[in-house]
């Protein structure tokens, strides 16, 4: 996957693992902070996923600054772990579409493009990834989640 879309998932993971209640996983730059930390950053990502996601980005970078510590350094540990992740990412997802049927080929295809449009934000990038994947027949969609689970 590219960088983008990487971002676009852990912007969604994000929104749902505080929309979870207390005690869920939190991401791991977020391991170490404190529960007013955690709440703050979950106010941060519910009240912008309107915004874009070089925006939001933009917002998390302005928010790690300002904790600092523990948090600021958590969060360059996982800036360079997913960087580092990227090229194994891309090429696992090459590797499963060339297995893919004509009709996940085209759903990848899709998926990516809405997750590479940058003119969306966070919010409706997810929603319409779920209304598309909705909208898939039941063999390629589990054609789909086959792969992300491998």
Excluded at 121 to 149: D, H, R
Aim: proline share 4%.
């Amino acid at each position: 996957m590219c960088r983008l879309a990487i971002f676009a998932l852990l912007a969604v993971a994000a929104v749902s693992v505080y929309g979870q209640p207390a005690g869920q996983d939190v991401p791991p730059f977020l391991r170490n902070a404190t529960p007013a930390q955690l709440q703050s950053f979950q106010q941060l990502i519910q009240a912008n996923g309107h915004l874009t996601e070089t925006a939001l980005d933009a917002k998390v970078s302005a928010w790690v600054t300002t904790q600092g510590g523990k948090v600021a350094a958590d969060w360059a540990d996982f800036q360079k772990f997913i960087k580092g992740q990227q090229g194994q990412a891309e090429a696992a997802h090459q590797a499963a579409v060339a297995n893919f049927s004509p009709a996940a080929k085209k759903a990848d295809t899709d998926l990516t493009a809405i997750s590479n449009d940058s003119s969306l934000s966070v919010q409706a990038k997810g929603q319409k990834i779920q209304a598309y994947l909705n909208s898939l027949p039941a063999n390629v969609k589990a054609e789909l989640e086959k792969a992300q689970g491998q």
